[in-house]
């Protein structure tokens, strides 16, 4: 379980912009957001590195 906190993801277009993003990743088995903890987990496979430039990608930073 990979556990990122994204200080912009603010609502509910960048859930889903995020989910988006890392849809076409290989290995990830379940995406969970937490808009009011602005947290992003991602369970499977995926590399770590892979979901952070993919997230990256698209607009948003990554704090922790
Ligand atoms: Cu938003």
């Known amino acids: 379980m990979l556990?990122?906190?994204l200080p912009?993801?603010?609502?509910?277009?960048c859930a889903a912009a995020i989910r988006q993003a890392l849809a076409p990743?290989?290995?990830?088995?379940?995406?969970?957001?937490?808009?009011?903890?602005k947290r992003v987990q991602v369970a499977g496979e995926a590399k770590p590195e892979a979901v952070r430039a993919a997230i990256i990608e698209a607009g948003f930073e990554i704090a922790a």
């Open 8 to 13: 912009g993801m603010t609502c509910g277009g």
């Open 25 to 37: 990743l290989p290995g990830i088995a379940a995406v969970e957001i937490d808009l009011k903890d």
């Open 3 to 5: 556990t990122l906190t």
